[in-house]
């Protein structure tokens, strides 16, 4: 993810994403593309990746990454994303899911 779009990331995170959940356990980051969070940290929610149902991008400690719906409890729904529309979002995960 280059700076620009970290950048946008960041800003959607702070007016809240399409959501919040609370971490249920610690999630150690895999690969480049994961969150890594502990038990009990609050993420904000920026997209559900498409084409993958249970997984999502997410903003915490001003980290942006990956992480499976599993292992969070969602504060509610989500609200429906808007940013998946941006053509740089789109093709952002069109190459991230070609690797």
Do not use: N
């Amino acid at each position: 993810m280059d700076a620009t779009e970290l950048g946008r990331w960041t800003r959607f995170a702070a007016k809240g994403g399409i959501g919040k959940c609370t971490a249920l356990q610690d999630c150690v980051a895999e690969g480049a593309e994961d969150l890594m969070f502990l038990k009990d940290d609050e993420i904000t929610v920026l997209m559900q990746i498409p084409g993958q149902p249970d997984i999502y991008l997410g903003y915490c400690e001003g980290v942006v990454g990956h992480f499976q719906g599993d292992s969070v409890r969602f504060h509610g729904r989500l609200k429906k994303p808007v940013l998946t529309k941006r053509q740089s979002a789109i093709a952002f995960f069109e190459s991230d899911t070609s690797q």
